[in-house]
């Protein structure tokens, strides 16, 4: 008897079975332990090139990095770049999984997951070109079947400084010895610093390839200065094309009072919207309150938005600094020159009773467009 109980409890131990349905008893039935699964320990590649916040001639960079490791020899891997207009990537997360346009036919994010690790080194070339004249940040990681390592050193690089001019948007950097403009008169290029117009006679012409009823005209002006010689001389312009701003039905134009300014050194605008039923001006009293001296050596962001009428406004040191102007006037009409043409500083100089371009003005960071300027569009000319 002691003998069979021996033998009953051998065979449940070697088998498993005991107390099973399949034996009769009310147990679990047997499983199969789960295999212990290892997930590699990966290191962050290294990035390689090109070298951080190095300014580039191109549009699509070929990114490299040394790669990462594993403490797993068997396993493909993978390398997901990210390229972003901003050092913190945020607007890839309101982007799609390939990459987001500005608007434009250039790309201000790109991601790329699955690219095969190369002998030492792996590369990334986007498939678009990014946007121009603009600071990008970029950083990588090493995947492993499961396993993911941290993202690298997040390095910058400035995409080719280059301009365009095409339906409803129009760029022009200037800092580089070349415009998508003509150059009228006496024009200098002053390295890294822009165009300077040099006399009330000269200034750069844009034919726009399309009428912009609604837009920007933005530009950094530099060589603005108080008691300027001429009491309506213009920094930038627009008008229907002809050789006269004032006698435009389309005249359109921004001001930094001289002497006699009426009064001096006061911020103006005008715009006619196809008719002087419709012209939009700030009176004089909003011109006084405007008086101020500018300094020639800073350089002062100058946007004027129009729609149903016009809005100017004048901040230091480039855009997003200090306003020291802002003002608008609704008057109806539409503003719509047929050809539409612009101007750094105006075509108007000696055929009117009026003055023409600020002489000595430097110019840069041009942006004309149906739309606001896009965010990081000439980022690579500020400073790091």
């Known amino acids: 008897m002691l003998t069979r109980r021996v033998q009953i409890l051998v065979t449940c131990v070697l088998t498993a079975a005991c107390g099973s349905k399949s034996t009769g008893g009310g147990g ?57 207009d901003r050092a913190d990537f945020t607007s890839l ?59 690298s050193e997040v390095r910058s690089f400035n995409t080719k400084l280059v301009g365009f001019n095409r339906a409803g948007e129009l760029y022009d950097p200037l800092i580089h010895g070349e415009t998508v403009g003509v150059r009228v008169g006496s024009t200098t290029f002053v390295d890294g610093k822009g165009i300077r117009v040099n006399d009330g006679y000269s200034y750069v012409r844009y034919q726009l390839p399309q009428t912009i009823t609604n837009g920007e005209f933005s530009a950094d002006v530099t060589g603005l200065y108080g008691n300027g010689p001429g009491g309506k001389m213009r920094v930038f312009s627009m008008m229907d094309g002809g050789d006269n701003l004032c006698k435009s039905k389309f005249l359109f134009n921004v001001q930094y009072r001289g002497i006699p300014g009426n009064p001096d050194n006061a911020f103006s605008y005008k715009a006619l919207f196809g008719d002087e039923d419709f012209k939009n001006e700030p009176n004089k009293t909003i011109r006084t309150a405007s008086v101020r001296l500018l300094d020639s050596s800073r350089t002062y962001h100058w946007k004027a938005t129009w729609s149903s009428g016009i809005n100017v406004v004048v901040q230091e040191d480039r855009r997003g600094g200090n306003t020291i102007f802002e003002h608008g006037t609704t008057t109806g009409g539409t503003y719509n020159p047929t050809p539409h043409v612009a101007y750094l500083g105006a075509n108007n100089g000696g055929k009117c009773d009026e003055e023409g371009s600020w002489p000595g003005l430097t110019f840069s960071n041009v942006w004309i467009g149906n739309r606001p300027r896009p965010e990081s569009l000439g980022s690579a000319l500020e400073a790091p």
Do not use: C, H
């Open 28 to 84: 679990p039935a047997p499983t199969t332990p789960s295999p212990t699964v290892t997930l590699a320990r990966l290191t962050s590649p290294t990035p390689d090139s090109p070298a951080n916040r190095f300014q580039l001639n191109t549009l699509r960079p070929t990114l490299t990095v040394t790669n990462g490791t594993s403490d797993q020899p068997q396993g493909t891997r993978t390398y997901e770049f990210q390229i972003s």
């Open 93 to 151: 997360a309101a982007g799609s999984s390939l990459s987001v346009k500005n608007g434009t036919s250039f790309l201000v994010v790109a991601t790329k997951t699955g690219v095969a690790e190369g002998s030492g080194q792996t590369t990334f070339t986007p498939d678009e070109d990014l946007q121009p004249t603009t600071r990008f940040y970029w950083r990588a990681r090493l995947s492993q079947g499961t396993a993911t390592s941290d993202w």
